[in-house]
C-alpha cells in the first residue's frame, strides 16, 4: 500500500516537473522575438533584441526617456509616439493617457513591449541625456530623514543642465530587495559645477530607493545616474517672483537660487519654506546668506506643527495666507513650486485665487 502511495506520489511530481519544463520552454519560445527595428523619427534606426519593454530597450542603447517611476506605469513621464508596431493600449496606460493623446499615439513607453518592427517619435532633446558614473564624495545628514549627497562624476566627465532639472539615480540590489530601481531626483547644485552635482534625498519609509540611500550608501561608493531630464526651470525674465518648497522639494529652489546668485537678477523673490517643526528645518543659514546677496530677497520658512518648547517665532501654519503680503502684482508674478502633489495643489489654487496667471506657476511635484 504505502508503496503505492509512494509511486503515485513520484508519478504526480513527475508530471509537475515535466509541466514546469514546458512552461519554461514556451515562455522563452514566446518571448524570443529575434532582432528587430526600431525607427526614431524617420533619422535614426536601432537594430535591437525584441522582448523587453520600449524603454528599457532603448536605455540598452544610450537612449534615455524620463522613467520617474522607474517604468512601473505611474508617472507617465515616458510617453512618446508609437506611429507602428506598439500594439494596442495596454489597461496600465489608459489611466495616464488622454483622449487626445491616444488618438496622436502617444504611448507610455515603459508598457510598450517590442515584438516586432517599431516607429517612433521622441523629442530631440532625449538625445542629449546621457549615463554618468559618479563616485559617492560626501553625505551630509541635513535632518533626521533627510540628507545631502554628492556624486563626483569620473574624470573628464560633465554634465550641462539648467536649475530645476532632475536626475535618475539607479539604486543597487540589497537585503530583500532583489532588483534595481531607477527614481527621479532633483539637482540641488547650481549647473555653473558641471562635474559634480549634489542630491537632496528624504528617507521615505520602506521606499527602496531613499532606503539605499539612507541606510547603504558610502563615501566612495560608485553608482549610475542618467540625466538631465524635465523642464522644471526658471523663465527668463524679471518677475517678481515665489518660490514655495517642502522637505526635500529644497532641492531645485537652492540650485536655481544659487544659479541666480552667480548670473545675476533683478527680480524680487520670496521663498517660502514649508516645514512641521524646527526638527525638519535645514540650510536655514544657507537660505537667510541669500537676503545679503540678492537686492531684494526674503527667505520665510512656515512651521505647521510648532510646539511651544521650540519657542519658534516666526510664520506658523499654512503657507497660503502670507502670499496677500508678497504678491502685489499678480500677472507680473512668477512662482515655482516643489514638493508633494498636496501642497503643489493647495498652493496652486490659492496663487490662481490671488490672480497668478496659470502659465505662471511653475512646479515639480515628487508625487
Ligand atoms: C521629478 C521628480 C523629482 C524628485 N526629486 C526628489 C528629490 O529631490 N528628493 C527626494 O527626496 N525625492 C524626490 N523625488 C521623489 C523620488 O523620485 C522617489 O519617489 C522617492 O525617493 C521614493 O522612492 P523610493 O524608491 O524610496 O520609494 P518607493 O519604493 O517608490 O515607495 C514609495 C512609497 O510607496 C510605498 N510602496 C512601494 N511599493 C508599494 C507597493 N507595492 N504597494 C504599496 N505601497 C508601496 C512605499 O512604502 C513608500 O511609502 C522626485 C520625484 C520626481 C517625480
Ligand atoms: S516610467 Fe513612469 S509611467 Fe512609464
Redesign the pocket.
Known amino acids: 500500500m504505502i508503496e503505492r502511495i509512494l509511486l503515485d506520489i513520484a508519478w504526480m511530481s513527475g508530471i509537475g516537473t515535466s509541466l514546469a519544463l514546458l512552461m519554461v520552454i514556451a515562455q522563452r519560445w514566446l518571448s524570443n522575438y529575434g532582432e528587430v527595428e526600431i525607427d526614431i523619427n524617420g533619422k535614426r534606426k536601432l537594430t535591437v533584441t525584441g522582448g523587453n519593454s520600449l524603454l528599457s530597450t532603448l536605455s540598452d542603447s544610450q537612449i534615455f526617456i524620463p522613467s520617474?517611476?522607474?517604468g512601473?506605469g505611474t508617472?507617465g513621464?515616458c510617453k512618446c509616439q508609437v506611429l507602428e508596431g506598439g500594439g494596442p493600449i495596454l489597461p496600465t496606460e489608459k489611466p495616464l493617457l488622454t483622449a487626445a493623446e491616444m488618438e496622436d499615439n502617444v504611448r507610455l513607453s515603459c508598457q510598450v513591449k517590442v515584438k516586432n518592427d517599431v516607429r517612433i517619435m521622441i523629442a530631440e532633446e532625449f538625445f542629449n541625456i546621457r549615463r554618468y558614473d559618479a563616485t559617492i564624495e560626501e553625505i551630509i545628514d541635513y535632518t533626521y530623514d533627510?540628507k545631502g549627497i554628492t556624486f563626483k562624476f569620473k574624470e573628464g566627465e560633465e554634465i550641462d543642465f539648467k536649475a530645476g532639472q532632475?536626475v535618475q539615480l539607479e539604486?543597487q540590489p540589497y537585503e530583500k530587495v532583489k532588483e534595481k530601481?531607477v527614481?527621479?531626483?532633483?539637482?540641488?547644485s547650481k549647473p555653473q559645477i558641471k562635474d559634480r552635482l549634489q542630491?537632496?534625498?528624504?528617507?521615505?519609509?520602506?521606499?527602496?530607493?531613499?532606503?539605499?540611500?539612507h541606510k547603504h550608501l558610502k563615501v566612495g561608493d560608485e553608482v549610475s545616474l542618467t540625466g538631465p531630464?524635465?523642464d522644471?526651470m526658471l523663465k527668463d525674465s524679471d518677475a517678481d517672483t515665489l518660490f514655495v518648497a517642502g522637505?526635500?522639494?529644497m532641492?531645485?529652489i537652492k540650485s536655481m537660487l544659487e544659479y541666480l546668485q552667480e548670473a545675476g537678477t533683478k527680480r524680487n523673490m520670496t521663498y517660502f519654506f514649508g516645514a512641521r517643526t524646527t526638527k525638519d528645518l535645514y540650510l536655514d543659514d544657507e537660505m537667510k546668506a541669500f537676503e545679503q546677496h540678492f537686492d531684494n530677497f526674503k527667505y520665510e520658512p512656515v512651521l505647521s506643527h510648532a510646539t511651544p518648547e521650540e519657542n519658534w517665532t516666526g510664520k506658523t501654519g499654512f503657507i497660503m495666507p502670507y502670499f496677500e503680503d508678497v504678491i502685489k502684482d499678480p500677472a507680473n508674478t512668477e512662482a515655482y513650486l516643489?514638493g508633494s502633489p498636496g501642497m503643489i495643489a493647495a498652493v496652486t489654487k490659492s496663487l490662481k485665487e490671488y490672480g497668478v496667471p496659470d502659465e505662471n506657476i511653475r512646479y515639480?511635484?515628487?508625487?
Do not use: H, M
Not at 183 to 188: G, H
Open positions: 520617474a517611476c522607474g512601473r508617472c513621464a533627510i532632475y539604486s530601481a527614481r527621479a531626483y532633483s539637482i540641488s542630491l537632496i534625498i528624504r528617507l521615505v519609509p520602506e521606499g527602496i530607493c531613499s532606503t539605499w540611500v531630464y524635465g522644471f522637505g526635500s522639494g532641492a531645485p516643489c515639480d511635484d515628487f508625487g
